[in-house]
């Protein structure tokens, strides 16, 4: 047995195949384990002898397992210390995150915003209903009240009705109109970008999306002001003298209403007269709401109706960095592809 333990032990070329010889010879069932059985058939004479060889045997195997253990750690440890190193190798650096688009077109509106002398303010998400509607005379029985449209916060049970706010997830960027007339009075020019939530979900509609607000407040505003700020506001975001027009409508806050729309600006100008998908052919795209500010809504929010009057307008902000970037359906803003995100490099 030792014989042939001998023969096989330079072959073994690493650990685990020492292991192997090991539990090969002298494992539970190895072969010199069971020699060991063999020592009660023995006459008793013979064995204390045969005990001493059993040991002999064992023993220098077990020295030749060290040794051999010995020798491979300082075989590995040459390799390792001969391994080139390449100092000279540059690794791909860490790929920096970049700003979501919709964040990159919020920061846009903002500074094109500020530049035409307007201040950013912000509000709540989760608002209270007296700024979402009661304030700007959205009364009751107005469907935005409806279940079908906002999101009701439960109201606590542990506190009585009386002291609890109504909460709502706010529909629209409107309440902070009311919220910054409150607090700072007039006159007041204010752009508020952020997120808006109503019960909506399919192709082109998210439950969760993006609005920013515009309120200007002063005396003798009229509504040629809010269109000259459209004009300017869209020469400036995409780049080129593109034409608003007003369409006349109704929004309980203001009076008159009227949404606006912009030019297609893939195909008012004849590049693309067929099968434009973003305006459908009309050459126009629609952006969202506007208005004279109501002066139910001055009352509310203790600003003198007989002294100053303002405008408000309100629109997506989700449609507006789709329209900037080509972006061609409302999921990918919002399902975190980095195929997709990898697009968009922080500018
Ligand atoms: N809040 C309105 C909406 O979400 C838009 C709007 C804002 C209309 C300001 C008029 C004035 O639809």
């Not at 989760?126 to 509607?133: G, K, M």
């Amino acid at each position: 047995q030792l014989r042939s333990f001998e023969a096989a032990l330079p072959d073994v070329a690493d650990e685990p195949g020492l292991y192997e010889l090991q539990v090969r010879f002298l494992g539970k069932n190895g072969a010199v384990t069971k020699l060991r059985r063999l020592m009660g058939k023995v006459p008793p004479s013979e064995r204390k002898e045969l005990g001493k060889a059993f040991n002999r045997v064992k023993q220098a195997m077990e020295t030749h397992l060290a040794t051999r253990a010995g020798e491979l750690a300082a075989a590995a440890r040459e390799r390792d210390l001969a391994r080139r190193v390449d100092l000279t190798f540059i690794p791909d650096p860490p790929r920096p995150g970049t700003l979501h688009p919709i964040t990159q077109t919020r920061r846009e509106l903002e500074r094109v915003f500020r530049r035409l002398g307007f201040d950013v303010a912000d509000g709540p998400h989760v608002e209270a209903e007296l700024y979402s509607f009661d304030k700007l005379n959205i009364l009751p029985d107005h469907p935005a009240r409806d279940m079908q449209d906002t999101f009701f916060i439960e109201r606590p049970t542990h506190l009585d009705h009386a002291d609890a706010p109504a909460l709502v997830l706010r529909p629209h960027t409107s309440p902070v109109q009311a919220r910054t007339m409150l607090q700072h009075g007039a006159p007041v020019r204010i752009v508020a970008p952020g997120t808006t939530f109503r019960r909506d979900d399919d192709a082109t509609h998210s439950p969760m999306f993006h609005q920013i607000e515009g309120l200007y407040v002063d005396r003798n505003v009229t509504m040629a002001d809010l269109k000259a700020t459209l004009y300017a506001f869209v020469e400036a975001f995409f780049g080129r003298g593109l034409g608003v027009r007003f369409r006349p409508s109704y929004f309980p806050f203001v009076e008159p209403g009227a949404e606006f729309d912009m030019q297609c600006p893939f195909c008012f100008d004849g590049q693309l007269s067929h099968g434009c998908g973003l305006c459908k052919q009309s050459g126009w795209i629609e952006l969202g709401g506007s208005g004279m500010v109501h002066p139910a809504v001055f009352e509310h929010c203790g600003i003198d109706s007989s002294v100053y009057t303002g405008w408000a307008f309100g629109f997506g902000i989700d449609r507006m960095a789709m329209l900037r970037h080509g972006i061609p359906h409302l999921r990918h803003n919002f399902e975190g592809d980095l195929r997709v995100l990898e697009q968009f490099t922080s500018p």
